[in-house]
């Protein structure tokens, strides 16, 4: 198994719609996850940390199965502005990994 | 606050030339990285700090040297530029969270280097 691996997508949904990207993670000892985005050419940005218990940032909804060993990252009702890409990121060893990321375009 | 700051924003080398790629943050920040991301790829760390004249081997250190001689910067040297290290450089910094744990990595806006 890979260290972090994503869907690479690109995931192309309608404006208004669901859309959910997961992430699995090899070591079982991680205990730092989270969901950066980053825009064309720009630099990665931290969208939301990922709790144990699972937790909401208005439209983003984060959830962690540590059983299975995924990541995933829930986004409702899209924006055109959600086009991006998004980035898993576990502490599997010293520093965190990245995982190469889910291309997401919303389309109006 | 600035945050991470990067210098230069774009730079083109020939090929055997050397260059420094230039990381600070005014964030107090004990970690710092170098990840470099080739088109359409992941980030792949080239070297990390935990700290002030402590520097570690990333996932892709050949062809590249660092230092850190103060907790704010994080210099990043290219010897003898090749093609294949065309490439965006980030710089990121963190702070150090207790047990093990890691926060929320912040980032420069990169490098862009170009080798001809």
């Known amino acids: 198994r890979k260290e972090v691996e994503q869907d690479p997508g690109p995931f192309n949904v309608p404006e208004g719609a669901t859309v959910a990207f997961n992430c699995t993670y090899s070591?079982?000892?991680?205990?730092?996850f989270f969901w950066y985005r980053q825009d064309c050419r720009k630099e990665p940005k931290l969208l939301m940390s990922v709790y144990s218990s699972g937790n909401e940032d208005g439209r983003f909804t984060a959830q962690l199965n540590r059983a299975s060993q995924y990541i995933s990252l829930l986004i409702r009702d899209s924006k055109l502005s959600d086009s991006a890409t998004y980035l898993c990121v576990v502490n599997i060893r010293t520093p965190l990994v990245f995982g190469k990321g889910t291309r997401l375009s919303v389309i109006a | 606050n600035a945050g991470v700051t990067q210098t230069p924003k774009f730079r083109i080398l020939k090929i055997g030339q050397s260059m420094t790629l230039q990381c600070a943050q005014d964030?107090?920040?004990?970690?710092m990285y170098w990840y470099r991301q080739d088109p359409g790829m992941g980030l792949k760390l080239i070297y990390y700090?935990?700290?002030?004249?402590?520097?570690d081997k990333g996932e892709v250190p050949n062809g590249y040297n660092v230092s850190r001689s103060t907790t704010e910067d994080f210099p990043l040297r290219l010897e003898l530029a090749a093609p294949s290290q065309t490439s965006v450089y980030f710089c990121a910094s963190s702070p150090r969270l207790a047990g093990g744990a890691y926060n929320e990595q912040f980032f420069g806006p990169g490098t862009r280097l170009t080798v001809l």
């Open positions: 964030m107090n920040h004990n970690y």
């Open positions: 700090s935990v700290g002030a004249g402590i520097t």
């Open positions: 070591n079982s000892a991680s205990q730092s």
